[in-house]
């Protein structure tokens, strides 16, 4: 079963505007990641918070994470063109010896 | 200089072929990973070897079996193909999990698979 749920689905904005996704997942985690994917590609990894974190930030990045309502955010600030892809969340627990579930993604477009 | 890296990107074929997958990585990690990722983009993992030893394998069918030469290389061979394995499959490594806990992981850039 799935452990994480992006909201929304699908994101559509303009170029320089913020793109906000959330993450809601089930059990106690270790660490909640934050992954990419464009399309016909890989995934690549954003940002990893850990469960003693509230806050991370990583160039226009900037993820939350609320461990009482299991709840995480991505914002992207000031997005560009370039930023148009699929964003997926990934939650990792101590015993699962490397196993990320993944929620099933946040596709966002941005337009010129 | 390619982290991670998949052959065939692409694979069609018939129904009860048998196929291979090969994932090669470079970045000197110790574990790697087999995902599936469906047509509705559900990303869920298949099985994860660390130093050559299988430690997760997710109620597979035995039809997919992994292989892993060395702990740069993760294969995954599949037998007798069904329809319902129409996918795309991602390689993926990472440094061995500290105390059994998750750890950033880097992909391949996927085998997407069709049977027909």
């Known amino acids: 079963s799935q452990q994480g749920e992006e909201d929304p689905q699908a994101l559509s904005i303009q170029e320089g505007e913020n793109a906000t996704m959330n993450c809601s997942y089930k059990?106690?985690?270790?660490?909640l990641q934050w992954y990419r994917q464009n399309s016909g590609r890989g995934l690549v990894h954003l940002i990893l918070?850990?469960?003693?974190?509230r806050e991370k930030h990583s160039g226009r990045l900037r993820v939350t994470l609320d461990t009482s309502k299991k709840s995480s955010s991505l914002l992207i600030t000031a997005s560009r063109a370039a930023d148009t892809a699929s964003y997926f969340c990934?939650?990792?627990?101590?015993?699962?010896?490397?196993?990320?579930?993944f929620g099933a993604g946040t596709q966002v477009v941005v337009t010129p | 200089d390619t982290a991670v890296s998949q052959t065939p990107k692409y694979l069609v074929t018939q129904m009860g072929n048998d196929k291979s997958i090969k994932c090669e990585q470079n970045l000197g990690h110790d574990t790697m990973y087999w995902y599936k990722q469906d047509s509705k983009k559900f990303l869920k993992i298949m099985f994860s070897?660390?130093?050559?030893?299988?430690?997760i394998n997710e109620t597979v069918p035995n039809r997919f079996s992994p292989k892993s030469p060395d702990k740069a290389h993760l294969n995954l061979h599949i037998n007798s193909l069904e329809l319902g394995d129409s996918a795309v499959y991602f390689c993926?490594?990472?440094?061995?999990?500290?105390?059994?806990?998750?750890?950033?992981?880097?992909f391949g850039p996927g085998t997407r698979l069709t049977v027909l």
């Open positions: 918070i850990r469960s003693n974190e």
């Open positions: 070897y660390n130093n050559k030893e299988l430690i």
């Open positions: 993926a490594s990472s440094q061995t999990p500290s105390g059994g806990r998750t750890d950033t992981q880097y």
């Open positions: 059990t106690s985690i270790n660490n």
């Open positions: 990934a939650t990792g627990r101590t015993d699962s010896w490397g196993k990320l579930q």
